[in-house]
């Protein structure tokens, strides 16, 4: 599956954006998306998951209560909203995706903890007033 990461921006310190992760190819796979981000400096860090087939999420402890992971399985698309934006938000954003049996349920967690195959070229966001 390919995947285009859209939507960032410029935002004001308490604003809120969402991002997009459009995903073609093989899409009537079984597929755990990713998002993730890297700041200036910084590791790459894991933000949150989502399982495409039942809608079941990860947080990691970061982005718990800020940040609401989505999907639109009829646009192929996942979707990161988050809230009350801090300065320290600013990073590329990434979306990635990683396979899954069809079989397979209750794996987000697991899965997002791991290692993904497919990856999408970053969207910056710039918090900034």
């Known amino acids: 599956v390919q995947l285009q990461a859209s939507g960032g921006g410029l935002v004001q310190p308490g604003g809120s954006l969402r991002l997009s992760c459009a995903a073609s190819?093989?899409?009537?796979?079984?597929?755990?998306i990713g998002w993730f981000r890297q700041a200036p400096g910084k590791e790459r860090e894991r933000v949150s998951c989502?399982?495409?087939?039942?809608?079941?999420?990860y947080y990691a402890a970061s982005a718990k209560g800020r940040f609401t992971v989505s999907r639109d399985n009829a646009k192929n698309t996942v979707y990161l909203q988050i809230h009350s934006l801090k300065l320290e938000d600013t990073a590329i954003y990434y979306c990635?995706?990683?396979?899954?049996?069809?079989?397979?349920?209750?794996?987000?967690?697991?899965?997002?903890?791991?290692?993904?195959?497919?990856w999408g070229q970053g969207t910056l966001v710039t918090v900034s007033s």
């Open positions: 990635a995706s990683q396979r899954v049996s069809e079989d397979d349920f209750g794996v987000v967690k697991v899965v997002c903890g791991g290692s993904f195959e497919s």
């Open positions: 190819g093989s899409t009537f796979q079984h597929y755990i």
């Open positions: 989502i399982d495409i087939k039942d809608g079941s999420t």
